[in-house]
C-alpha cells in the first residue's frame, strides 16, 4: 500500500496550503488544539502487521476499524494496532478477527487461534494492542481484523 499526508505541527505561513480562514497547524494562536484536526489524525490503525496488509479502512463516524492482512507465521512478531481512545473510542471494545479464506468465512477464537496482549499490561487503554495469531493451520490465510465500539453489542472486549 503506497499513500502520503502532508500536515503542519505549526502555523508557518507555508504559501502551498489551501486552508483559508483556518489554521495550517494542530494549533490555534491561543496554544489550543484544533480537535476536529487532530480527531481525523488520531485514527485506530494497524502499524505493524503479522503479514501482509491488503486494506484498512477507519470509519471516522461510528468509530469503526477494518483491516485485512495475508497472515505470514515466519513474522514471529505480534501485529501492533494502536487505538484511539482520546478520540475515537470507549470501553469496553469489540473486536472480531475472521478468515476470510475458503469457501465460508469463519470467526476466530481467541487463545485457541489468537492472543491479545496491551502493551501496558495493567491498563487496556494503552492505545496499543499486541495481536498474534498462534494457530498454524491459518498460515497463508487472509484474515480481517475489526474494532468496534461495543455499545448495543452482545460480546463486549475489554
Not at 491561543?30 to 496488509?53: I, M
Amino acid at each position: 500500500m503506497v499513500g502520503w499526508a502532508y500536515w503542519s505541527y505549526k502555523q508557518f505561513d507555508d504559501p502551498t496550503t489551501v486552508a483559508g480562514d483556518l489554521k495550517e497547524g494542530l494549533f490555534l494562536d491561543d496554544g489550543s488544539y484544533q480537535e476536529t484536526k487532530l480527531k481525523e489524525l488520531a485514527r485506530t490503525s494497524l502499524q505493524a502487521t503479522q503479514g501482509h496488509l491488503t486494506s484498512q479502512y477507519f470509519n471516522s463516524t461510528n468509530s469503526t476499524y477494518v483491516a485485512s492482512f495475508i497472515l505470514d507465521l515466519s513474522i514471529t512478531r505480534p501485529s501492533l494496532l494502536y487505538i484511539s481512545y482520546d478520540f475515537h473510542h470507549t470501553s469496553p471494545l469489540l473486536l472480531t478477527l475472521t478468515l476470510l479464506s475458503g469457501e465460508e468465512e469463519q470467526q476466530l477464537t481467541e487463545y485457541v487461534d489468537y492472543k491479545v496482549k496491551w502493551e501496558d499490561e495493567n491498563n487496556y487503554k494503552s492505545n496499543h494492542m499486541k495481536l498474534i495469531i498462534v494457530n498454524e493451520e491459518l498460515d497463508g490465510s487472509l484474515l480481517e481484523i475489526k474494532i468496534e465500539n461495543s455499545e448495543s453489542k452482545e460480546k463486549e472486549f475489554l
